[in-house]
C-alpha cells in the first residue's frame, strides 16, 4: 500500500496557520507528501520545504479571478490532488489549519489497508474537532461540520468541491461513498494569534470571498480580533491534543472568555441540535459524502 499526501497552503507565516504541525501529522502515514505553495509574502516555502525529505512542493499561483466562495481553495487543492502519481493508492488531504492526533495512526492505517482493494469505497470518512478562541473551547453551533473525507482514493476523476471543505465526482457533483473511521481531525482554524487572526479576516473578505471591501469597512479598521465578541456557543474539550501542538498550545499569549450561558446560537441552532440529540439526524446537514 502506498499513501501520498496532499495539501495547498500560502502566507502560512503572516497568517499563523499551524502548517508545519498539519504536514508533519500526516507524514508517519505517508510515503510522500505533495504541497501546493502559493506564491506568498513570507518564508512560508521556506519552512514547508525545511519539513521532510519526503515533501515535494508544487509552486502556484493563485487565480484571483475564482475568489467567490472560496473557489480558488478548491483550485489549489486540485492542483495538488492532481500531480500524485499513479503509483499512490491512497490519497491523504489535510488543510493547513488541521491536524491528526498520533493516538489515530493505527486506526487511519488499518482502514486504509482494509479497504484498499474494495474500488466500491471512495473514500475515508474523519469526525472533527472545530477548536474556538482557545485550545480548551470546541464550537457547538450546527453550521460547523461534524465529519469530513480526508483520504481518497488516488482516482483523478475526484474533485475538490465549493470552498475545498469536501470532494465530489462525475456525473455532476456526485457524493464519494466512504467509509466512517474512529479518528478525528483537529480543525485549529479559529485558534491564532488575533493579530493575525484579524490579517486573515480581512485577506478572507477579498481574496477568499471575493466582496468589496468598502461593504467591511468596521471589519477593516480592526487591528486585533476579539474572539470573545463573536459570541460562538461552545464547550470544554476534554481529551488531549497532538503532541506536535504542545509547542503552539504552549505559546498561547491571549485570553479567551466564552459567554458560558450562551448555549445555542439562535432558535434555528437549538431546533436542529435538539433534533440531533434524539435522533442524532441534524436537519439539512450539508454533505459531500455518503456513507457505506
Not at 169 to 190: E, N, Q, R, S
Amino acid at each position: 500500500m502506498k499513501v501520498c499526501g496532499f495539501s495547498f497552503i500560502r502566507n502560512g507565516v503572516l497568517y499563523d496557520y499551524p502548517f508545519e504541525e498539519a504536514i508533519r501529522s500526516i507524514l508517519p502515514l505517508c510515503d510522500e507528501v505533495i504541497v501546493a505553495v502559493g506564491r506568498s509574502e513570507d518564508e512560508t516555502q521556506e519552512k514547508v520545504k525545511a519539513i521532510s525529505p519526503k515533501i515535494k512542493i508544487l509552486e502556484t499561483v493563485w487565480d484571483e479571478t475564482a475568489l467567490k466562495g472560496g473557489r480558488n481553495l478548491a483550485i489549489e487543492t486540485d492542483k495538488a490532488f492532481q500531480s500524485i502519481p499513479a503509483e499512490y493508492d491512497w490519497a491523504f488531504y489535510i488543510q493547513g489549519d488541521e491536524v491528526v492526533h498520533e493516538k489515530d495512526y493505527p486506526a487511519i492505517r488499518e482502514a486504509m489497508e482494509k479497504y484498499m482493494h474494495d474500488p466500491e469505497v471512495d473514500g475515508l470518512l474523519f469526525n472533527y474537532h472545530h477548536f474556538f478562541g482557545s485550545y480548551d473551547h470546541i464550537a457547538t453551533q450546527y453550521s460547523w461540520y461534524r465529519r469530513e473525507v480526508r483520504i481518497i482514493r488516488n482516482n483523478k476523476i475526484f474533485y475538490s468541491n465549493r470552498d475545498a471543505q469536501g470532494f465530489k465526482k462525475p456525473p455532476g457533483k456526485t457524493k464519494l461513498l466512504v467509509k466512517p473511521l474512529d479518528a478525528f481531525i483537529y480543525h485549529y482554524g479559529w485558534v491564532r494569534d488575533p493579530v493575525a487572526m484579524q490579517q486573515k479576516i480581512k485577506a478572507n473578505i477579498h481574496v477568499h470571498k471575493g466582496d468589496k471591501i468598502e461593504d467591511h469597512v468596521d471589519e477593516m479598521n480592526k487591528k486585533v480580533h476579539d474572539y470573545t465578541a463573536d459570541r460562538q456557543p461552545v464547550k470544554k474539550f476534554k481529551g488531549s491534543h497532538p503532541a506536535l501542538m504542545k509547542e503552539r498550545i504552549q505559546s498561547m499569549h491571549w485570553e479567551y472568555q466564552p459567554d458560558t450561558s450562551l448555549k445555542y446560537a439562535s432558535a434555528k441552532d437549538w431546533i436542529k441540535r435538539t433534533i440531533f440529540r434524539f435522533t442524532r439526524w441534524y436537519p439539512g446537514e450539508f454533505k459531500n459524502y455518503k456513507i457505506i
